[in-house]
């Protein structure tokens, strides 16, 4: 079994830069795309940003230029550190890992900004 433990959440003011962290253990071979999902209350899981294997990224429109995605394949470890948060930044966030043609889910860490 694949375990995804993320950390680095919490509340954090307009304008700070958290970041956060996944790292992944067990039956690992190779961890193909990772990424981060977010999902605010009301509304749908939404893809924040994604790093292949090989480093290419992909961000969703609302977050480029703010935030960045970054991996330790070595550590079988995600990081996405955040900037310049906004209020709309707001919620769960959550670490996904493709393995083969398996989808892991981390179990979630709160990101709430506020002043």
């Known amino acids: 079994q694949v375990q995804l433990v993320e950390s680095g959440g919490g509340l954090v003011q307009p304008g700070g830069s958290p970041r956060l962290s996944c790292a992944a253990s067990?039956?690992?071979?190779?961890?193909?795309?990772m990424g981060w999902y977010r999902q605010a209350p009301g509304k749908q899981r939404e893809l924040v940003a994604a790093?292949?294997?090989?480093?290419?990224?992909n961000y969703a429109d609302s977050v480029k230029g703010r935030f960045t995605i970054s991996r330790d394949n070595a550590k079988n470890t995600v990081y996405l550190q955040m900037n310049s948060l906004k209020p709309e930044d707001a919620a769960v966030y959550y670490c996904?890992?493709?393995?083969?043609?398996?989808?892991?889910w981390g179990q979630g860490t709160q990101v709430t900004v506020s002043s």
């Open positions: 996904n890992a493709a393995i083969g043609v398996v989808n892991f």
């Open positions: 067990g039956s690992i071979f190779r961890i193909n795309s």
């Open positions: 790093i292949t294997f090989s480093g290419s990224t």
